[in-house]
């Protein structure tokens, strides 16, 4: 039993040691985790989060006041990429704070890009919030990266 607990201990502070460290981006409405080394940006109240090398990005852009109906979200987010998939693809659940969460993932094979979409709704309010990354990229570190930022966004309100 004190071995299992030494190796527990041992495998969350080496966990502790090799995580990578981050700012906080904290903007009115939401937060996101900025990963030490990266940039971001504000081009016209969207958001964009990146490695200096520019090899995918975070973008997260939020709407208030769109009327837009939740029967007519699935729809919506498969138009952002031209996907002929069926809404089926695009993934619905109860999130926190009352808001509606769509996720979706696409590959775009003329573009070479991953994107993968997340999208919160809760009445006239939407937040989209997506990584897309060169398909070369899409893996170890940088696939790990993307995926701890993009799972760091939190509405506040």
Known sequence: MMKKI??????????????????????PNYSINVPEGWRSTNDSDIINIFPTNEIGAITISEYHDLNLPKTETKKF??????SDDAESKVKENKGKKGYTEYYYEYFDPKEKLFWITKT???????YLVTINCGQKFWNGNYMTLFNETFNSFKIKK
Request: aromatic letters at 18%; charged letters at 15%; hydrophobic letters at 50%.
């Open 6 to 27: 030494l190796l527990f201990s041992a495998i969350v502070s080496g966990s502790l040691f090799f995580a990578q460290k981050a700012t906080t981006y904290d903007a």
């Open 77 to 82: 987010i498969l138009a952002l990429y031209h």
């Open 120 to 126: 919160f709704q809760k009445d006239k309010d939407l």
